[in-house]
């Protein structure tokens, strides 16, 4: 069984600071990376590193950041085939600045300049053997008729809200498992409490809602009647670039392993919090039996 992606696919430049710049002045970097990146893109590139056959579908640029972010898919394991390279483009990139002693990252990105995948670029069976879609909403059409064709197929959708984007809501409606930042519940003036969340999923109709809260953790709610606040692991976090999607990988593969949603939730935060053990969106990305011995030793 297979975990299928539609979203963003980034190159990302990493630049490690001690402090952030005041403005007109200059700052020495004391650490300089290059990895691949992007929300969708991340979370199969963490699912594959826990085991799972992943597919993902996008847009690139025939330039050389497309050339990397394909090779960056490829070297992890990730069935690129779905992704498109548009020619006389450019793939999206991001400059990300990280403050060495809290972890703090501040990201600069540039969408593709591609015209954006569609329904019918998608292979005939892309939802094959699927146990899951996972999709983060930038491509509106293509998402949506995805998570269209899932529903038909009864293949799980996890939406990533990052952020509230165009058609958001109606992909939302789409999905059984809505996983959305701070910044995607603030746009909404939703309050993170499970008081709040739980009349917001019923408007939605989704199975399971769940905000996510940086180094605050999660609120989560289902459609048993249950919430979850699951906190953060704290390891002393060197970058956070990246800790939602590999929190999300977690999230899927506890469901297809079919935890309970408190076990799964607890899985994702542990997950995501010892990939922030390295400069990155990819770098520290654990394997599973990392996280194990990582859970056991926490209790």
């Known amino acids: 069984m297979k975990v299928t992606g539609i979203g963003q696919c980034s190159l990302d430049y990493l630049a490690l600071v001690d402090s952030y710049p005041d403005a007109d002045t200059k700052k020495e970097i004391l650490e300089w990376h290059e990895q691949g990146g992007g929300p969708v893109a991340t979370a199969l590139v963490a699912l594959s590193r826990l085991g799972v056959k992943c597919s993902f579908h996008g847009v690139v640029g025939d330039e050389d950041a497309g050339v990397k972010i394909r090779r960056s898919l490829a070297e992890e394991g990730v069935d690129a085939s779905g992704l498109v390279t548009r020619r006389a483009s450019s793939s999206q990139v ?15 990105w540039k969408r593709p300049t591609g015209v954006p995948l569609r329904g019918g670029e998608l292979d005939a069976g892309f939802l094959d053997d699927c146990g899951m879609l996972l999709v983060d909403g930038l491509m509106a059409e293509v998402s949506l008729y995805g998570a269209e064709q899932a529903q038909k197929r009864s293949v799980p959708v996890m939406l990533d809200a990052g952020r509230m984007r165009p058609g958001m809501i109606e992909l939302a409606r789409l999905s059984d498992y809505v996983v959305g930042s701070e910044e995607f519940a603030r746009d909404l003036g939703w ?19 769940t905000i996510t809260l940086g180094g605050r953790g999660s609120v989560t709610v289902s459609s048993q009647g249950k919430y979850f606040i699951t906190p953060a692991f704290r390891i002393g976090a060197v970058d956070t670039t990246g800790a939602g999607d590999v929190f999300h990988g977690g999230y899927i593969y506890g469901l297809l392993r079919g935890w309970g949603l408190g076990e799964t939730l607890t899985f994702a935060s542990a997950f995501a919090a010892l990939k922030c053990a390295k400069v990155g969106g990819r770098a520290g990305i654990p394997k599973l039996d990392e996280v194990m011995k990582f859970l056991k030793k926490e209790g």
């Open 191 to 209: 309050e993170p409490t499970p008081e709040t969340l739980f009349g917001e999923r019923e408007k939605l109709g989704v199975k399971v809602l």
């Open 94 to 108: 991001a400059f990300i600045a990280i403050e060495k002693e809290t972890g703090r990252r501040t990201i600069f």
